[in-house]
């Protein structure tokens, strides 16, 4: 069983950055997409950003040139670095794993499993 742990949420003033990681049980992480996707009151869960290999980035028109998503395959773990924060960045925070490398990285149904979420808040 895969266990993935976010953490690193937490109120940040809008300009401000945090950064998110999460840890994640089991062999052979670097063979799999990670994705962060939010979900903000009211809304539909988004996508947010994937990496896939270490050098494969994709994100979302709403934090492109702001987020920037990393991993360490030495340690399972998959960072998501967040800047200029905005108030409409404020959600709950999920990571999750993708089924096989060769996933739509945006596409919510690729993903197998899902952390159990950080909040993150923007103040205006």
């Known amino acids: 069983q895969v266990q993935l742990v976010e953490s690193g949420g937490g109120l940040v003033q809008a300009g401000g950055s945090l950064r998110l990681s999460c840890a994640a049980s089991g062999r052979t992480f670097s063979t799999y997409v990670m994705g962060w996707f939010r979900q903000a009151p009211g809304k539909e869960r988004e996508f947010v950003a994937a990496i896939r290999w270490s050098t494969n980035t994709y994100y979302s028109d709403s934090v492109k040139g702001r987020f920037t998503i990393s991993r360490d395959n030495a340690k399972n773990t998959v960072y998501l670095q967040m800047n200029s924060l905005k108030p409409e960045d404020t959600a709950v925070y999920y990571c999750?794993?993708?089924?096989?490398?060769?996933?739509?990285?945006?596409?919510?149904?690729?993903?197998?499993?899902w952390g159990q979420g950080t909040q993150v808040t923007v103040s205006s």
């Open positions: 999750a794993r993708g089924r096989h490398l060769n996933i739509v990285p945006t596409m919510q149904n690729e993903y197998d499993y």
